[in-house]
Nanobody
Framework: EVQLVESGGGLVQAGGSLRLSCAASGFTFDDYAIGWFRQAPGKDREGVSCISSSDGSTYYADSVKGRFTISSDNAENTVYLQMNSLKPEDTAVYYC???????????????????WGQGTQVTVSS
């Protein structure tokens, strides 16, 4: 059974940090790219970052460049999203998702992802 399980969300003040985790199981981790998306109430789902577990290539949305860092622990089949200098506009439910790594150039398109986690809430207070 394929599973993606996010953890690490919570409430933090503006300027603070959180680290999200995405634990994957049930598929060949190296064959997939893992992306992070977020969705705020009333807004479209937004691609935040993505990593290829096979070669470590990383991608970021302009809105989080320089503040967020994605990394992968292939031994643990886990992807992390370190979020620093958080802003109120980062408030959203954050989801991790897995897409075939051959589609990595299309990482911002949620439609290419085969598997999704249940999401974790991140709330940044001003």
């Amino acid at each position: 059974e394929v599973q993606l399980v996010e953890s690490g969300g919570g409430l933090v003040q503006a300027g603070g940090s959180l680290r999200l985790s995405c634990a994957a199981s049930g598929f060949t981790f190296d064959d997939y790219a893992i992306g992070w998306f977020r969705q705020a109430p009333g807004k479209d789902r937004e691609g935040v970052s993505c990593i290829s577990s096979s070669d470590g290539s990383t991608y970021y949305a302009d809105s989080v460049k320089g503040r967020f860092t994605i990394s992968s622990d292939n031994a643990e089949n886990t992807v992390y999203l370190q979020m620093n200098s958080l802003k109120p506009e980062d408030t959203a439910v954050y989801y991790c998702a897995a897409a075939e790594r051959g589609l990595l150039s299309l990482w911002v398109l949620w439609e290419i992802y085969d598997y999704w986690g249940q999401g974790t809430q991140v709330t940044v207070s001003s």
